[in-house]
């Protein structure tokens, strides 16, 4: 199994950039399908990107496509979501997720947070306007 430490939040204003970081421990982690997931008030969880296990595949909301960047470093065990041209409306509770890649094959696993195995405990990301 792996543990998921995220990072990087914070309060930042409409159009400015975040990258929010998140800390696997426990386990090989390049076998590991990576997502980020965001929850709001009152609202239900959301997807927002994947990572397939071997770098090949990725995944965005329409939401944040063209503005969010989703990429991994094993070396360090971390995978970044890189947060640009922000927006209130991205303001939420941000969750790192994992999966190991042969627990579920094919791009139609990466938007369901059933998919996911282990969750970290998310980090804020509050954007002002």
């Known amino acids: 199994q792996v543990q998921l430490v995220e990072s990087g939040g914070g309060l930042v204003q409409t159009g400015g950039s975040l990258r929010l970081s998140c800390a696997g421990s426990g386990s090989t982690f390049s076998i590991y399908t990576m997502g980020w997931f965001r929850q709001a008030p009152g609202k239900e969880r959301e997807f927002v990107a994947a990572?397939?296990?071997?770098?090949?595949?990725?995944s965005y909301a329409d939401s944040v496509k063209g503005r969010f960047t989703i990429s991994r470093d094993n070396a360090k065990n971390t995978v970044y979501l890189q947060m640009n041209s922000l927006k209130p409306e991205d303001t939420a509770v941000y969750y790192c997720a994992a999966y190991p890649g042969y627990y579920c094959s094919g791009s139609g696993c990466y938007g369901k947070a059933s998919s996911y195995i282990y969750w970290g405990q998310g980090t804020q990301v509050t954007v002002s306007s």
């Open positions: 990572l397939s296990w071997n770098d090949v595949s990725t």
